[in-house]
T-cell receptor
Framework: GEDVEQSLFLSVREGDSSVINCTYT??????LYWYKQEPGAGLQLLTY?????DMKQDQRLTVLLNKKDKHLSLRIADTQTGDSAIYFC?????????????FGTGTRLTVIP | DGGITQSPKYLFRKEGQNVTLSCEQN?????MYWYRQDPGQGLRLIYY???????QKGDIAEGYSVSREKKESFPLTVTSAQKNPTAFYLC??????????????FGEGSRLTVL
């Protein structure tokens, strides 16, 4: 089955950039997503990228996709303490119907003041 | 406000008991999902439904059951057959892919602890 991998932990200082990495095995991925989870809460979509794109920027967030290496990254510029959370990457190969996402293990980002 | 409501937020169960977790959405989404979250393992799909009166097993359906009698509601029953039910359960909904980007909207989760 599909495999989505992330490192479990990342610590950065407030004001620095954070880069969270994700690798996946499914060569048929259509959409790739980044979700954020704060303690004891559900997941919120941060951004997504179509598989035919290389980059997407949205304010402080930059997503890079390397389809050849099956590598996805999320860069958070000027990281703030409020960015401390677990970040999940997810991918799907579905094109119609229900969206059965495959999630990574999540990366816990800790921002040090 | 539109959203997904899960209840209860915390639930304690004795071994051998069935429990039902509620999930209601008012987003008019066709698809609904149940995920289980364990530390260090990410989210794993239990069941999903893309239309009323129809649902499909996910990766870890054993010991769980669902129903989809109404578009707005997708309750999950954790049965006594589930060997390790202590976990954080997340419900989600989405529009169907092909109509939209398939973004999943999540509830706030239900934490089940078996005593």
């Amino acid at each position: 089955g599909e495999d989505v991998e992330q490192s479990l932990f990342l610590s950065v200082r407030e004001g620095d950039s954070s880069v969270i990495n994700c690798t996946y095995t499914d060569s048929s991925s259509t959409y790739l997503y980044w979700y954020k989870q704060e303690p004891g809460a559900g997941l919120q979509l941060l951004t997504y990228i179509f598989s035919n794109m290389d980059m997407k920027q949205d304010q402080r967030l930059t997503v890079l996709l390397n389809k050849k290496d099956k590598h996805l990254s999320l860069r958070i510029a000027d990281t703030q303490t409020g960015d401390s959370a677990i970040y999940f990457c997810a991918e799907t190969e579905d094109q119609t119907g229900a969206n059965n996402l495959f999630f990574g293990t999540g990366t816990r980002l800790t921002v040090i003041p | 406000d539109g959203g997904i409501t899960q209840s209860p937020k915390y639930l304690f169960r004795k071994e051998g008991q069935n429990v039902t977790l509620s999930c209601e959405q008012n987003l008019n989404h066709d698809a609904m999902y149940w995920y289980r979250q364990d530390p260090g393992q990410g989210l794993r799909l239990i069941y999903y439904s893309q239309i009323v009166n129809d649902f499909q097993k996910g990766d870890i359906a054993e010991g769980y059951s669902v129903s989809r009698e109404k578009k707005e509601s997708f309750p999950l029953t954790v049965t006594s057959a589930q060997k390790n039910p202590t976990a954080f359960y997340l419900c989600a909904s989405s529009r169907l892919l092909g109509q939209a980007t398939g973004e999943l909207f999540f509830g706030e989760g239900s934490r089940l602890t078996v005593l």
